[in-house]
């Protein structure tokens, strides 16, 4: 593995000028008119055209993520806040008709059969499929909605609760979750669910205003409904939304019953009557919540240790993008919530974006991104933008492998072996747990765009229902009805990215199937993982998942296989 510094990570511009900055539509248009009027004779030049294009959409790419990154840094500032919308209003509108036509340049190019490179099959079946959809009246469509999801960050970055005469973020109070006291998680619960309810009818209307917009969507491009639009438009080439149903269903039948076997387990061991929503996070034993890290330093210090003890050079990625001001980790009032790995084409290292308080889930999260920052790494050099945009359950592999395999040397976060033990049995908890939840958004989403035209109240009983189907019969939420109903709201992914969800399940599956091939055999894996990242998107899902050595298969019998494999690494570390 090479090492890189900041220096290397220069762009570099063949087609555009090297110190050209976009400042709006007018300085960026005639780029465009010179690749749609250009004369292309040959195969060599379709492929030259396609590089310059790729560079002047990376440029696009890369200016458009600072103004996001900035602006979801500090949701309270208006300057920020304005840059981002100047380019969803004023430059993006403006960049959606020619890029149309530069579809279809491509498209009728005689000599677009004689490109045979690497993924050549996958671009050219990924630029028809925009081609089909894109339709003028959805221009304005797309602004709105864009303007309209990032709402959501500015509302949710916005919320604070007061304890013990302390402001703090909702993040930051649901540290408290963890504390053996139960008295005073069930103080900060309701502090939490309450001051989430005060935003409900808030969010409630923002969702059915972007429901409505993205049906219109649909509609124009000629889909019944947005679903099938989203699948079409994420390039769902390789399994179906049948396939999703399918998913949902071996979730209940295969994961469902051992999260009832957990928190069984769990109930018990605290000694509760019920087991209330509040009881969740705390450690089952009653011991202190672990505490990996003080401040997002020391996060940082010891994440790099770790990513070095995985193999030698993934280390290296961290410390660039801090030498470069790429990271920021903690969270803190007016900061949007989440966390992110945003790709910066130019120049290839990304951004991490982050909200750290001192759990064992920011630590987690933090190797979650790096999973991301190594894929962006990995794939900087790939001939053309579009192979660098892998899709989501490529890029949640990458990210979800590096949570397990990194388990292997917590003891960069761990000096207690007890504690060490400890943080891979909530790891693996954690496993369990995301894929209900998971199946429960991907479902709920099916049904809000099947049924477009529902009202706020169909919609809360279509989530009570759905999220039934996949909840644990030990959690009991008796009191608690409008907090359980609301829950969905937390979820920035149905506002922000809506059917980004089930990649998480997908690739889940896929990491857990790579941790036990590390188990066995680690160098082999890792070069097996690495080789899977560089491919980026030059080769369709089954592809990649079998050059990482696993399958690409989310049935029934290989969740139950995977589990199985889970629940037994668990009972090695009673």
Request: charged share 25%.
């Amino acid at each position: 593995m090479n090492a890189i510094t900041a220096a290397d990570l220069q762009k570099n511009r063949q087609f555009l000028p090297a110190d050209f900055k976009l400042t709006d539509w007018e300085s960026i248009s005639n780029y465009f008119l010179t690749l749609l009027e250009r004369p292309i004779t040959s195969s060599e030049e379709l492929y030259q055209w396609l590089k310059d294009r790729s560079e002047l959409e990376s440029m696009l790419e890369e200016d458009m993520g600072w103004r996001y990154i900035r602006s979801s840094c500090d949701t309270a500032n208006e300057q920020l806040q304005a840059e981002f919308e100047q380019f969803v209003t004023e430059i993006e509108p403006m960049v959606a008709p020619i890029s149309n036509e530069l579809d279809k340049k491509f498209n009728e190019s005689p000599f677009k059969d004689g490109l045979n490179f690497k993924g050549s099959d996958i671009l050219k079946r990924s630029s028809e499929i925009d081609l089909a959809l894109f339709r003028e009246e959805n221009i304005p469509l797309f602004t709105e909605l864009q303007t309209k999801q990032q709402q959501y960050g500015a509302i949710s970055g916005a919320m604070t609760v007061t304890w013990e005469g302390k402001e703090l973020t909702l993040q930051q109070a649901g540290v408290m979750l963890q504390e053996t006291d139960r008295e005073k998680r069930e103080q900060v619960y309701h502090l939490l669910q309450d001051r989430r309810l005060l935003e409900k009818p808030t969010l409630d209307a923002l969702y059915s205003e972007l429901v409505s917009l993205r049906h219109q969507v649909a509609l124009n491009a000629g889909f019944e409904n947005y679903r099938d639009y989203m699948f079409s438009a994420m390039k769902r080439f390789d399994y179906t939304k049948e396939d999703c149903f399918d998913f949902h269903y071996a979730v209940a039948d295969a994961v469902v019953p051992l999260v009832d076997e957990l928190n069984a387990i769990r109930k018990e061991k605290l000694g509760v009557e019920s087991l209330r929503p509040y009881d969740l996070s705390v450690d089952a034993e009653g011991k202190t919540p672990l505490k990996p890290f003080s401040d997002g330093a020391e996060l940082l210090e010891k994440t790099i240790t770790c990513l070095n003890k995985v193999h030698p050079g993934l280390e290296q990625y961290l410390k660039v993008m801090n030498d470069m001001g790429h990271l920021d980790l903690e969270s803190r009032v007016g900061k949007a919530p989440g966390g992110y790995n945003y790709p910066l084409d130019e120049i290839g290292a990304p951004f991490i974006f982050m909200n750290a308080t001192s759990t064992l889930r920011d630590q987690v999260t933090l190797l979650h991104e790096a999973g991301h920052a190594i894929h962006s790494f990995v794939t900087r050099d790939l001939p053309l933008q579009f192979f660098k945009h892998t899709p989501s359950e490529a890029a949640e592999l990458a990210s979800m492998s590096m949570e397990l395999i990194s388990m292997e040397y917590w003891d960069a976060y761990f000096e207690n072996p007890e504690d060490l033990k400890r943080a891979k049995r909530e790891q693996l908890e954690g496993v369990i747990d995301t894929l209900p939840w998971v199946a429960t958004i991907d479902a709920f989403q099916h049904w809000v765009y099947e049924n477009p035209a529902h009202s706020e109240a169909e919609r809360t009983n279509a989530w009570l229902s759905i999220s039934g189907k996949f909840a644990s019969k030990h959690i009991d939420w008796s009191g608690l009805g409008e907090y359980r109903a609301n829950t969905w709201q937390k979820q920035l992914h149905l506002f922000e990215v809506p059917f980004y969800y089930i990649e998480y399940a997908i690739a889940q599956l896929g990491a857990v199937a790579i941790w036990r091939n590390y188990k066995q055999n680690p160098e082999k894996t890792i070069q097996q993982y690495l080789a899977a990242l560089e491919l980026g998107y030059s080769a369709s899902l089954p592809e990649i998942y079998e050059t990482a050595g696993i399958q690409f298969n989310f049935s029934t019998e290989y969740i139950k296989e995977l589990m199985d494999f889970v629940r037994t690494e668990m009972g090695k570390l009673q």
